[in-house]
């Protein structure tokens, strides 16, 4: 097993700048059929929403109860899923945004992606639940290391290519993971555009979250959670 500082650390260019609302507090992001879908936190703001990529226009919204702190979105099969934090609870919607149904969890709700099989859920922690599309209930639990350390705080989620991409919370990078170990392959460092956000909100809260991936166009997106921009890169991978 790698090291840590055996890991590639992956580099990254720029190859567009889109506005983004700078008061959304992002928890999850996707790309599906030319827009993004976005889903934002904090109590009393939490939404579910679908965006215009070149102006960052919010096109719909659905608003949660005051009480929930959204979390993490994913689209499987024509629906959209949604985490909340603390709440043990998820909300399912069609493609315009209308509630059809919830689930329940037993840990916090982070992250959420998927592997076109099963719902991959974080919670905070290092472990990854791969949850049963039907039930929603986990049916395996993956913990990532790096170097065979455990990595904690995995938050954001996107199924990429084969690979697990993952924010960790308070930090600059994307861990990449390989899904049936767990072990990280390589890091992508975003310090560069975390520093080029946090110059126009100094809110310790507006840190890196969010990655969504255009499988069609083979795009790469990343915002942060408060920041003005969001990015389209292309990674550059270090020898």
Do not use: C
Request: proline share 5%.
């Amino acid at each position: 097993m790698a090291q840590p500082s055996q890991i590639p650390v992956w580099g990254f260019r720029v190859v567009n700048t889109f506005p983004h609302d700078p008061t959304a507090f992002t928890q999850g992001l996707i790309y599906h059929n030319g827009f993004l879908y976005e889903g934002t936190g904090l109590f009393g703001q939490s939404s579910i929403r679908k965006v215009e990529l070149e102006t960052g226009r919010v096109l719909q919204r659905h608003a949660l109860a005051p009480r929930y702190f959204g979390e993490g979105i994913t689209l499987f099969q024509n629906r959209f899923f949604q985490l909340t934090w603390r709440n043990q609870e998820g909300f399912i919607y069609d493609m315009n945004l209308n509630p059809v149904g919830s689930f329940t969890y037993q840990t916090e709700g982070w992250g959420l992606t998927h592997d076109g099989q099963r719902l991959i859920m974080s919670d905070g922690s290092a472990q990854l639940f791969f949850l049963n599309p039907r039930t929603l209930r986990p049916e395996r639990t993956l913990t990532v290391r790096a170097g065979g350390q455990p990595v904690q705080r995995i938050n954001e989620l996107e199924f990429i290519q084969g690979r697990i991409w993952a924010n960790v919370w308070m930090t600059h990078r994307i861990a990449i993971i390989n899904p049936q170990s767990g072990s990280v392959e390589a890091w992508l460092d975003l310090t560069g555009l975390a520093l080029l956000a946090q110059a126009r909100n100094r809110n310790p809260d507006a840190v890196l979250n969010g990655i969504a991936y255009d499988a069609q166009n083979n795009r790469l997106f990343v915002t942060g959670k408060l920041w003005p921009f969001l990015f389209e890169i292309e990674v550059v991978r270090n020898p």
